[in-house]
């Protein structure tokens, strides 16, 4: 663009893609504009952003949507109906409840589950993350030793054996899988901090004599956190299903709570005759964990198109 | 008239065009090629993105998958490239037309050794007995100028220096005899000691064997000098074509302009003249 | 005036002999310090966690006096580090204690049923492998294609999939509407005393005393959760096949292998994956490691007598012991596990072997 862009209409399409922005605003915006254009382009991604909208949507209109209650159910004459009964959709599990209510109610779970961890993990692995890859020496070392500590237990594994300690309950449970889900964001940290430690944009920042911290919050963290967050979307596939895993062995939300890996466990006893119990909450899990998948694979293409090819 | 020209040229290359479907739309990397040649040395100037690489590998056959490759004619000797099957084109490369690649770190296969590499382009093409392969790839290796080949025959790409395994690479790419050669910037990634040995050795060699080279080079005095003809590339298109020792009466601009970016010796040039593009050259 | 040859050969050969001390230290170092670190998180989930840890070990319908005896010998009264010190001279010994469910030392537990799990997952691994690589290769070399498409979503759903949800709906599908697998267990009880078990791999066992209608019967059992062990494990290892062939395949000697005039089939298998195969065998042995953690679940649906089950029915009935003993062994073993992946990558690569 050699035309002077002070013609262009601001937010337009050639503002956001000119070469010679004129703010940071347009700087950013344009490459997020750039981002999103790739990632658009993948059918795929689209789908798993889809089902992501969806799962915010169903959980944030739950009331809305459920048409039954999802704890109390008709014991006397809806017990384990199936699919396509009237006012039962999805069949209805062995209390009496309407299955298709509870799985409404079940997002809010899910993406409980889900926010928390992120939110808790994330920033843990950030922190230990930046600060071990920047300050190096033995404060990197005794970090990597605690991280490589933890990622030598298999997720459901640790996270079982700290739920058995603390008791059941979701938010027991939301803990012990934090617990487990932060070292690879650390790892991924640290590494991309020490590809830019000695790079000369940090340097110029010390000789201004900024202090450690501020380089780390303000320079460091920012350029980490597109990495991070592919790699917490692709995770997030992960701690749906150990989520349900710890629910299908009790060990999250405690009944009556609508929590899917729950419902599997409570619906295997009639598998054989009644299998909607226990099918439909798996065929929920799969969808919102393909979304996620989805959705990461089309955020780490989009954000690297090297990965991607042409 | 010499006898090599009454009989078809070597190669025949006639509006050669490589084009790339890409995001953006497409790039022509070659637009319009053409030249002949016979049992000489040409030379092909450029710089990055002028096409030079692509009209090497397009010749070759080497070009990736997606792009198209059309030309009036491509032709090896009398044998039309274009309309050949697959098989057959494969089974002129490295038989008769070879081409070796700018960096031994990155072309030879980090997991196999030197003579592993060596006896697989014999194997390919020939009936030969695993002895016979082993002697003919040592043989080779001596060609080279490779003093030691029986320890080096053993050795891994990366336990050698530059200009060995470019060597090494040469041997493999020679083994069979080709007729013509591509060198695609085989001495840039070398030092600058190490190119004017692997440069004597290539000479060595294709003259020994009565060779066509296509030497490809953005460096335009190294390939005066060892190049009778010399063609200068720019934005996929011949810009000039001249025997290499009138080079100096060159004609177009740009290639003036390439002329005049090097230094001299004996002579006042401050400041160093930087080229400066027309828009034109590039229609 | 030049050293001789033996000279700089010996200084060059006891430096390397140093370099290689040096890193043999380093190795033992960690390895040390991880094990120290997994008794460190097991010891604070099994004492620090819980409100009660006595409780938590005994049961709650132990009596007063167990209650007791134990309180005396966990030594809750002494400061945490000596608690640790005992715990961790416990365990280094041998000492797990004791299950409250099978009243059994939990490390004669572990060590009958740690074999079966291993059993399935060898089997997985090897099914993940066999089928995931060519898959891999596969979608690389036609990149973009149907088949890569399929190949990709087969990997994704592999990812999203609850594995023990799936198994349920295969055991539905394959046992009780089609019967075509047995179930539960390893094998029927009709079979159980037809060989004797020596290596713990029963298929293995059943093979070498040449009890041909025992291995059926043990396959019958296997083949389900083997195979649901081995698509998952196959998702992992096609996705990993195709991203390492695809970077393979761009670099410079697959084109220089071309210039040679090698058939694509040969490039392919002989050129590209033998390079890849380096990155992709440790990727396999990791694949082992995750499908330790993909048995948890799946042993529970199929009732398969292995560390898996043993750690969820101690879980159910508050077994704390047994569970921290479990997870140390598997924690124990996925560290030698992830050791010995890098020890393979250094010996199958050259580039980092003459160093």
Redesign the interface.
């Known amino acids: 663009m050699s035309i002077a862009d002070t013609q262009l209409k601001p937010y337009s399409r050639e503002w956001l893609l000119s070469d010679r922005p004129t703010s940071r605003r347009q700087a950013r915006l344009g490459r997020a504009y750039i981002v999103w254009r790739r990632f658009a382009e993948n059918r795929l991604a689209l789908v798993g952003l889809g089902i992501l909208i969806l799962l915010l949507v169903v959980a944030a209109l739950a009331d809305v949507l459920a048409p039954n209650n999802p704890v109390v159910g008709d014991l006397m004459n809806a017990r384990l109906l199936p699919p396509g009964s009237p006012g039962y959709l999805l069949g209805s599990d062995d209390q009496g409840r309407d299955i298709l209510s509870r799985l409404v109610y079940g997002s809010r779970l899910t993406l409980l589950v889900v926010v928390l961890v992120a939110v808790i993990a994330a920033p843990i692995g950030l922190i230990v993350g930046t600060v071990s890859g920047y300050i190096g020496g033995w404060v990197d070392a005794v970090l990597m030793r605690i991280t490589d500590i933890f990622l030598a237990f298999p997720k459901l594994v640790l996270a079982l054996a700290l739920v058995a300690a603390l008791g059941p309950g979701i938010e027991n449970a939301i803990l012990a899988i934090a617990v487990t889900s932060w070292p690879p964001y650390a790892r991924i940290a640290r590494a991309e901090t020490m590809t830019f430690r000695n790079s000369e944009f940090i340097a110029a920042v010390k000789l201004m004599g900024a202090s450690p911290l501020r380089i780390i919050l303000r320079h460091v963290m920012p350029l980490c956190v597109s990495s991070l967050i592919v790699r917490v979307t692709l995770d997030m596939a992960g701690i749906i299903l150990t989520a349900a895993g710890l629910g299908f062995l009790g060990l999250g939300a405690q009944p009556p709570l609508p929590e899917w890996g729950a419902m599997i466990a409570s619906g295997r006893r009639f598998i054989l005759d009644q299998w909607w119990v226990a099918a439909m909450p798996g065929f929920a899990i799969l969808i919102v964990s393909l979304g996620f998948n989805l959705l990461g694979d089309g955020l780490r293409d989009a954000l690297d198109p090297k990965e991607a090819g042409? | 008239m010499t006898l090599a020209m009454t009989a078809a040229p070597l190669l025949t290359v006639e509006d050669l065009r490589v084009t790339f479907p890409?995001?953006t739309g497409e790039v022509n990397a070659v637009r319009g090629v053409s030249f002949s040649l016979g049992k000489e040395r040409l030379g092909i100037v450029g710089e990055s993105g002028s096409g030079k690489s692509q009209t090497g590998r397009a010749i070759?056959g080497?070009t990736p998958g997606?792009a198209k490759i059309t030309a009036r004619k491509l032709a090896f000797g009398d044998r039309d490239l274009l309309s050949m099957p697959n098989a057959e084109r494969?089974?002129?490369?490295?038989?008769k037309i070879?081409?070796i690649?700018?960096?031994p770190k990155?072309?030879?296969?980090?997991?196999?050794t030197i003579g592993r590499q060596i006896v697989?382009?014999l194997k390919?093409?020939e009936k030969v007995s695993a002895r016979q392969a082993r002697e003919r790839a040592l043989s080779m290796l001596e060609a080279v100028q490779i003093r030691d080949p029986e320890r080096v025959f053993e050795l891994?790409p990366?336990?050698v220096s530059g200009g060995m395994g470019q060597r090494a690479?040469i041997a493999?790419?020679l083994v069979c005899g080709p007729e013509l050669l591509i060198a695609d910037e085989p001495t840039s990634a070398l030092d600058v000691t190490v190119q004017l040995e692997v440069l004597g050795i290539l000479d060595k060699l294709v003259a020994e064997r009565g060779m066509g080279l296509i030497f490809i080079s953005h460096d335009l005095r190294l390939v005066s000098s060892f190049c009778d003809r010399v063609i200068v590339m720019y934005a996929g298109k011949i810009v000039e074509e001249l025997p290499s020792a009138n080079l100096a009466s060159a004609e177009h601009p740009y290639t003036r302009g390439l002329l005049n970016c090097l230094p001299t010796i004996g002579s006042d040039r401050h400041p160093l003249p930087v080229l400066d593009r027309k828009r034109e050259w590039a229609l | 005036m030049t050293l001789p040859e033996t000279t700089v050969a010996t200084r060059r050969n006891r430096r390397r002999a140093s370099s290689f001390a040096a890193s043999v230290l380093r190795f033992a170092v960690t390895v040390a310090t991880t094990i120290f670190g997994l008794l460190v998180v097991t010891f604070f989930i099994g004492r620090v966690v819980p409100i009660d840890p006595v409780l938590a070990i005994v049961g709650d319908r132990a009596s007063a006096t167990v209650y007791e005896r134990v309180r005396l010998e966990l030594g809750l009264n002494l400061p945490l580090y000596q608690q640790f010190w005992l715990y961790a001279k416990q365990v280094l010994s041998g000492d797990f204690g004791t299950s409250v469910l099978t009243t059994n030392p939990v490390l004669e537990d572990i060590k009958r049923v740690f074999p079966a799990t291993m059993e399935l997952a060898t089997v997985g691994t090897f099914i993940g492998a066999i089928i995931g690589v060519p898959l891999g290769v596969l979608a690389a070399v036609r990149r973009g294609s149907i088949a890569d498409q399929v190949v990709r979503v087969i990997g994704l759903i592999g990812y999203s999939v609850p594995i023990f949800w799936l198994g349920l709906l295969a055991l539905v599908l394959f046992y009780a509407q089609l019967q075509w697998i047995a179930f539960p267990g390893r094998v029927d009880i009709v079979y159980e005393y037809s060989f004797t078990p020596q290596t713990g791999f029963f298929l293995l066992d059943a093979a070498m005393q040449g009890q041909w209608g025992v291995m059926w019967d043990l396959f019958r059992h296997i083949a389900l959760p083997g195979a649901l062990l081995g698509y998952f494990s196959l998702a992992y290892i096609s996705r990993m096949t195709r991203s390492f062939m695809l970077n393979e395949l761009s670099?410079?000697?697959v084109?220089?292998?071309?210039?040679?005039?090698?058939?694509e089939t040969r490039i392919i298998w002989f050129?590209a994956l033998?390079?890849a195969a380096?990155p992709l065998v440790t990727v396999i042995a990791l694949s082992y490691a995750n499908l330790l953690e993909g048995s948890v679940l799946t042993e529970t649906i199929f009732s398969w007598p292995g560390l898996g089950l043993y750690i969820t029915n101690s879980l159910q009935n508050a077994d704390m012991n047994a569970v921290l003993g479990g997870t140390l062994v598997i924690g124990a073993v996925f560290v030698g596990i992830n050791i010995f992946s890098d020890l393979l990558y250094r010996t199958l690569?050259?580039?980092t072997r003459?160093r």
């Open positions: 042409q | 890409t995001r070759m080497l997606h494969r089974a002129l490369r490295g038989k070879a081409m690649l700018q960096d990155y072309s030879l296969n980090p997991v196999m697989e382009t390919t093409h891994y990366h336990e690479m493999m790419m | 670099q410079e000697y084109v220089a292998a071309r210039a040679k005039g090698l058939s050129h033998r390079n380096v690569d050259p580039r003459s």
